[in-house]
C-alpha cells in the first residue's frame, strides 16, 4: 500500500512554457501532499504543503506565482511551473502523508518517483 | 541555516559489515525522525522512523538510534548488501508542536557496499 505515483517522469520544455506535473495516492486518501525539488547532490527542499480543499503553504523564497499549486481532491495535486526557464530544471519530487491507513495511525510521508524537468 | 546535518557525504563498507550512517540536528521542536533512501533518478523510499520518546528502533537489518541530549541519531545496517547502496537520508519532523508533519532533509550520505 501507500502508492505515489507522478506523472510525467520525464519533460523537456522550451522557456516560457507553463509545465503541469501531476502527484496520485493511488490507494489511499492523502488529506496533505508535499513538492519538493532536489537539485543534483543536494537535498531534497521542500517547496510547499499542499492540503486538500485549501491553498498551498509556501517554504520561504518559494514564489507561489511561479509555482502553481492545486490540491483538488483527496488523491491529486498539481505543479504547474508557469513560464519555466532553464534555471527551474531541477526533479521535482511529491510526496503524501499518510495519516490513517486500515485503522493504523501512521506519520510517514511516502514518495513519488519524480519527475525530471529540463527547461532548454 | 542547516537544521538537518550528515556531515558525511560518502561512505564505504566491506558486504557483510556494519554501515552507521551518523545526522544531527539543530532544532530541539524535532520530535519524530525517519530514514529514506534514495536510488539516482526516483523517489525517496521509506526505511524507519523513530519517535523522541523512543531511543532505539529496529527493523530487520536496519535500526534506528535517538539521542536526544547529543541531538543525534545514526542508522545501523548489518549485514550491509551490495543492494543496499544508495543515498540515504535523514529527515526531522517538529509534528506535534507544528501540526504540520512537514520534514526537513539533510544532505544525504552515499553509501557503497563493496561486494
Known amino acids: 500500500g501507500a502508492v505515489v505515483s507522478q506523472h510525467p517522469s520525464r519533460v523537456i520544455c522550451k522557456s516560457g512554457t507553463s509545465v503541469k506535473i501531476e502527484c496520485r495516492s493511488l490507494d489511499f486518501q492523502a488529506t496533505t501532499m508535499f513538492w519538493y525539488r532536489q537539485f543534483p547532490k543536494q537535498s531534497l527542499m521542500l517547496m510547499a504543503t499542499?492540503?486538500?480543499?485549501?491553498?498551498?503553504?509556501?517554504e520561504q523564497g518559494v514564489e507561489k506565482d511561479k509555482f502553481l499549486i492545486n490540491h483538488a481532491s483527496l488523491t491529486l495535486s498539481t505543479l504547474t511551473v508557469t513560464s519555466a526557464h532553464p534555471e527551474d530544471s531541477s526533479f521535482y519530487i511529491c510526496?503524501?502523508?499518510?495519516?490513517?491507513?486500515?485503522?493504523?495511525?501512521?506519520?510517514?510521508?511516502?514518495f513519488g518517483p519524480g519527475t525530471r524537468l529540463t527547461v532548454l | 541555516d542547516q537544521q538537518v546535518k550528515q556531515n558525511s557525504p560518502s561512505l564505504s563498507v566491506q558486504e557483510g559489515r556494519i554501515s552507521i550512517l551518523n545526522c544531527d540536528y539543530t532544532n530541539s521542536m524535532f520530535d519524530y525522525f525517519l530514514w529514506y533512501k534514495k536510488y539516482p533518478a526516483e523517489g525517496p523510499t521509506f526505511l524507519i522512523s523513530?519517535?523522541?520518546?523512543?531511543d532505539k528502533n529496529e527493523d530487520g537489518r536496519f535500526t534506528v538510534f535517538l539521542n536526544k541530549s547529543a541531538k543525534h541519531l545514526s542508522l545501523h545496517i548489518v549485514p550491509s548488501q551490495p543492494g543496499d547502496s544508495a543515498v540515504y537520508f535523514c529527515a526531522a519532523s517538529a509534528s506535534l508542536s507544528s501540526g504540520t508533519y512537514k520534514y526537513i532533509f539533510g544532505t544525504g550520505t552515499r553509501l557503497k557496499v563493496l561486494a
Open positions: 510526496s503524501a502523508r499518510v495519516l490513517f491507513s486500515g485503522g493504523l495511525l501512521y506519520n510517514e510521508q511516502f
Open positions: 499542499s492540503n486538500e480543499g485549501s491553498k498551498a503553504t509556501y
Open positions: 523513530i519517535s523522541s520518546i523512543k
